[in-house]
């Protein structure tokens, strides 16, 4: 079993959707939630980070975590086409320093 | 333009060899990551340099090393490479060397192993 868990899609939505992508975790000692985008041929770059439990609004970004359900979600309101890339979620605990564990990420197609 | 530099942008060479890839991280940033992205694996955390001392080891193949010079660039050579290690090898940076630390990604050198 992986440590994290991403479903890989391709989820395509209609421009103005909500997007709700999610991860689950199997290690309880990761703190820090992150999502992280990707265009293609590019680096990811960073979107969100979290600590703990809890939700955090940026804009049309909302990342929240539930670490009793080991289970993150980054939703995205009134998606546009310019959202279409490849989003990771990652987290890291303090143990064995600081390592960031990713998922595979899941690639978005937002239809104008 | 996230300020981390990258070089070379693609690489192409036969099993066996050997080869460094090169990274200059952001002005200021003190800690440079390795990535490693391939389509069965995903992106996978290879190794951590703080200020040019090893801080964390991910799954880094014994066949792989890295090092942080002190003008902070780094370099991660590949040696006896194998067909597998055709991936898009990412360099990142931070400020320092925390979990906290946003990581900045630097566009990535393309890897093909023949």
Redesign the interface.
């Known amino acids: 079993q992986k440590e994290v868990e991403q479903d890989p899609g391709p989820l395509s939505v209609p421009e103005g959707a909500i997007v709700s992508l999610n991860c689950t975790y199997s290690n309880s000692a990761f703190q820090y939630f992150m999502w992280y985008r990707q265009y293609s041929r590019k680096g990811p770059e960073l979107l969100m980070y979290t600590y703990s439990s809890g939700n955090k609004e940026d804009g049309r970004f909302t990342a929240q975590v539930d670490k009793s359900s080991k289970y993150i979600s980054l939703f995205i309101r009134d998606s546009q086409p310019s959202d279409s890339a490849t989003y990771l979620c990652a987290m890291t605990s303090n143990t064995g320093g600081f390592k960031t564990i990713f998922g595979a990420g899941t690639r978005l197609f937002v239809k104008a | 333009d ?1 300020g ?1 530099t990258q070089t070379p942008k693609h690489l192409i060479t036969a099993t066996g060899q050997r080869v460094t890839l090169r990274c200059s991280p952001r002005s200021g940033d003190l800690s440079v ?1 390795w ?1 490693q992205q391939s389509l069965d694996q ?4 290879l190794i ?1 340099y703080y200020n040019g001392e090893e ?4 799954n880094i193949l014994e066949r792989f090393s890295a090092q942080q010079f002190p003008d902070l660039h780094s370099e991660l050579n590949l040696s006896s490479l194998e067909l597998g290690d055709s991936a898009l090898y ?1 360099c ?1 940076s931070s400020v320092g ?4 630390d ?7 050198t393309r890897l093909t192993v023949t």
């Open positions: 996230s981390v990551y990535y995903g992106l996978q955390f951590q801080r964390a080891k991910g990412f990142a060397g925390g979990a906290v946003e990581q900045y990604f630097g566009p990535g």
